[in-house]
Nanobody, 127 residues
Framework: QVPLVESGGGLVQPGGSLRLSCTAS????????IGWFRQAPGKEREGVAC????????GYVDSVKGRFTVSKDNAKNTVYLQMNSLKPEDTAVYSC????????????????????WGQGTQVTVSS
């Protein structure tokens, strides 16, 4: 199983910020697409943001555009999800996942595209 570890979740008030981290160990994230997903109770898993380690392209679901930013630190083999202006509807378990895309490829937000998943971290937005 691919070791992906998420961290950075927690409780934050509406309007606040959190930064999630997804760190891979034992292999490089090069030539992979990395996606961030969330699942709220009673709802289907939703793709939130993704980044291609091949060409640096990113993708976001409409509901987080302008508020969330996905980035990658090659030296730390880590992908981040900076979440600003958080809303109660952002409350969910957030997970990262990867898929090998090789030399050419962009990322996609569909969960079925991804093969390896982290364990998830809880984000709760509440006053």
């Amino acid at each position: 199983q691919v070791p992906l570890v998420e961290s950075g979740g927690g409780l934050v008030q509406p309007g606040g910020s959190l930064r999630l981290s997804c760190t891979a160990s034992g292999f490089t994230l090069d030539y992979h697409a990395i996606g961030w997903f969330r699942q709220a109770p009673g709802k289907e898993r939703e793709g939130v943001a993704c980044i291609s380690a091949t060409d640096g392209s990113t993708g976001y679901v409409d509901s987080v555009k302008g508020r969330f930013t996905v980035s990658k630190d090659n030296a730390k083999n880590t992908v981040y999800l900076q979440m600003n202006s958080l809303k109660p509807e952002d409350t969910a378990v957030y997970s990262c996942a990867i898929v090998f895309i090789g030399l050419s490829g962009t990322c996609h937000l569909g969960p079925s595209n991804y093969g390896y998943w982290g364990q998830g971290t809880q984000v709760t937005v509440s006053s």
